[in-house]
């Protein structure tokens, strides 16, 4: 498929999604995180990388907190020129930064890799590809990770098959409000 179609898809997800009142997307996003919680690989990781919530994107500041309060280690994106995983220290501690997402002020960097990558994106297909916003960063970053990747999306952003190329990366697991794919 040509790129025309991943901006296509993009912007019919984007509508969909955007379309969620704010009360839907919280209780969709505490569905979600009641699943991710529940996973052996989260249960087990000692670090894990979260991206800071936007928008309509799936809520991760609760996600945050409570792999805190389970003693985990939170690292989250500083974007420059590519993504660095920086660690999370405090919600005090984060200042928007490029394209208006919050990012830690005090960059701390951490001595391991992530267990588990929370990764966001536009769309996943069933194939486990993942569509992100086209500036290809958490294909970047993934590529560089060992960690299990795990796609958090509303179930409406899951489609059959995304048009993809041979950089783009996939996801280990999709957890969902109404699904979890493997």
Same mark, same amino acid.
């Given at each position: 498929?040509?790129?025309?179609?991943?901006?296509?898809?993009?912007?019919?997800?984007?509508?969909?999604?955007?379309?969620?009142?704010?009360?839907? #997307?919280?209780?969709?996003?505490?569905?979600?995180?009641?699943?991710?919680?529940?996973?052996?690989?989260?249960?087990?990781?000692?670090?894990?990388?979260?991206?800071?919530?936007?928008?309509?994107?799936?809520?991760?500041?609760?996600?945050?907190?409570?792999?805190?309060?389970?003693?985990?280690?939170?690292?989250?994106?500083?974007?420059?020129?590519?993504?660095?995983?920086?660690?999370?220290?405090?919600?005090?501690?984060?200042?928007?930064?490029?394209?208006?997402?919050?990012?830690?002020?005090?960059?701390?960097?951490?001595?391991?890799?992530?267990?588990?990558?929370?990764?966001?994106?536009?769309?996943?297909?069933?194939?486990?590809?993942?569509?992100? %916003?086209?500036?290809? %960063?958490?294909?970047?970053?993934?590529?560089?990770?060992?960690?299990?990747?795990?796609?958090?999306?509303?179930?409406?952003?899951?489609?059959?098959?995304?048009?993809?190329?041979?950089?783009?990366?996939?996801?280990?697991?999709?957890?969902?409000?109404? #699904?979890?794919? #493997?």
């Amino acid at each position: 498929m040509t790129n025309t179609s991943k901006t296509e898809l993009r912007k019919e997800i984007l509508a969909k999604r955007n379309a969620l009142s704010e009360s839907e #997307r919280m209780e969709k996003s505490k569905i979600i995180m009641r699943m991710l919680l529940e996973l052996d690989e989260f249960k087990s990781a000692k670090c894990i990388a979260f991206y800071v919530s936007k928008g309509s994107e799936v809520a991760t500041l609760d996600m945050i907190k409570n792999a805190l309060a389970l003693d985990k280690e939170v690292l989250v994106p500083h974007t420059n020129h590519e993504i660095e995983l920086i660690k999370f220290t405090s919600f005090d501690d984060l200042a928007p930064a490029k394209f208006g997402i919050l990012e830690p002020k005090t960059k701390i960097k951490s001595e391991r890799a992530p267990d588990v990558i929370v990764v966001p994106a536009l769309a996943f297909d069933l194939d486990m590809h993942r569509l992100g %916003y086209g500036k290809g %960063y958490y294909d970047k970053l993934l590529k560089t990770l060992n960690g299990i990747r795990i796609g958090i999306c509303f179930d409406i952003q899951i489609v059959d098959k995304i048009p993809r190329h041979e950089h783009d990366q996939k996801i280990d697991v999709v957890v969902s409000d109404k #699904r979890l794919l #493997r």
